[in-house]
């Protein structure tokens, strides 16, 4: 009975957390793909990296991929999504150095699909996308790109 009962509030736990929703650590199943970037300081790499988001909205958008920043010194982009304690677990579970520079593209299974440091490569990152089963299936029931000119 103890037992069940322990059970029945992890569950509870789980299902009504927020975090859980948007980032579940040991999910298999995310609602959306992520770009994780870390970063020791608001510096030049990341303004840069987040105005080419900026710049690569629309691809980002269709392709159902949220661009998160965090730094050591507690800048994020944007502010609400994480607590500190939330960048910490982030940082253990994905093994990042907070002395350097690293992005990490998540798939929608939670998984981590690529790694790099201060330079995005935005053409690299659509094709790793569009190459995945999941997007492979998206792409099947939709028209053509609405990010096209």
């Known amino acids: 009975m103890n037992q069940l009962l322990t059970n029945l509030l992890a569950i ?3 299902v009504f957390s927020i975090n859980a ?4 650590t040991g999910s298999m199943h995310w609602n959306h793909r992520s770009i994780l970037y870390f970063a020791p300081e ?3 790499h ?11 909205d629309c691809m980002l958008q269709e392709r159902d991929i ?5 730094t050591k010194d507690g800048f994020n982009k944007p502010t609400d999504v994480f607590s500190p304690e939330d960048v ?12 350097s520079h690293t992005a990490i593209l998540i798939g929608k299974d939670g998984l981590e699909k690529h790694r790099w440091n ?17 997007r492979k299936k998206e792409v099947a029931y939709t028209s053509n790109s609405r990010c096209s000119i």
Do not use: A, C, G
Not at 47 to 56: A, G, Q, W, Y
């Open 12 to 14: 509870i736990m789980v």
């Open 46 to 56: 990341v303004n840069t990296f987040i105005k080419e988001s900026l710049m690569h």
């Open 118 to 134: 201060e330079q995005t490569n935005w053409q690299h990152i659509s094709q790793l996308v569009d190459n995945m089963p999941m």
């Open 42 to 44: 608001k510096d030049q």
């Open 88 to 99: 910490v677990r982030l940082e253990k579970l994905y093994n990042i150095s907070r002395d």
């Open 21 to 24: 929703f948007s980032y579940p």
């Open 66 to 70: 949220v661009v998160v920043v965090m």
